[in-house]
């Protein structure tokens, strides 16, 4: 199972949307403190929407107690200060991927010390960043995709109709 981690994430609307990615992707999600809200906040739930029971998520008191519950975890960490390309690694199916605050990112000294692991997602121009939640469906579906989509519904259905078949002559 993929691993998202905020780490003292600031907004809870994005939070609550995160949460209902990692549903839909079969991910865990783990906050690290301090966080910019309380966990039971309405906003947090609306975005998550009913999906928020179902989220498999932990909490931390710093960076130190994540490190301490997650030995010897493979983190990612996401920042526009990378190097390297989302698209540039190979993901496990049980690696950890890290997302900064909405303000400032992932911490400097946090992110000198993984520089092999730093990815990040191109943008055009001088924007700065895109939306936290963006970002991290972005990065998580393409860990998704490299670890096969695991346990993943792959087709869909129509509700009222069905898809036609049309035979094409030649």
């Not at 309380?38 to 931390?60: F, H, I, P, Q, S």
């Not at 496990?92 to 692991?117: N, Q, R, T, W």
């Not at 990065?139 to 519904?153: C, H, N």
Request: glycine share 8%.
């Amino acid at each position: 199972m993929l691993n998202i981690v905020l780490h003292e994430p600031e907004i809870p609307a994005n939070t609550g949307n995160i949460g209902r990615t990692c549903v839909a992707a079969n991910a865990r999600l783990h906050l690290i403190e301090p966080l910019g809200f309380r966990l039971n906040e309405k906003n947090l739930k609306r975005a998550g929407m009913d999906y928020w029971e179902k989220l498999d998520v932990t909490t931390y008191i710093d960076y130190e107690d994540f490190l301490n519950r997650n030995p010897g975890a493979k983190i990612y960490m996401a920042t526009t200060k990378a190097p390297k390309l989302y698209t540039e690694v190979g993901y496990e199916p049980d690696c950890y991927i890290m997302f900064g605050k909405e303000s400032a990112g992932i911490p400097e000294e946090l992110l000198v010390k993984h520089k092999d692991d730093c990815i990040r997602i191109p943008m055009a121009g001088d924007i700065r960043s895109l939306n936290l939640g963006n970002s991290v469906a972005i990065v998580l579906y393409e860990a998704l995709r490299q670890t096969g989509f695991t346990d993943m519904t792959l087709a869909g259905e129509l509700h009222r109709l069905e898809w036609r078949h049309e035979i094409v002559n030649g």
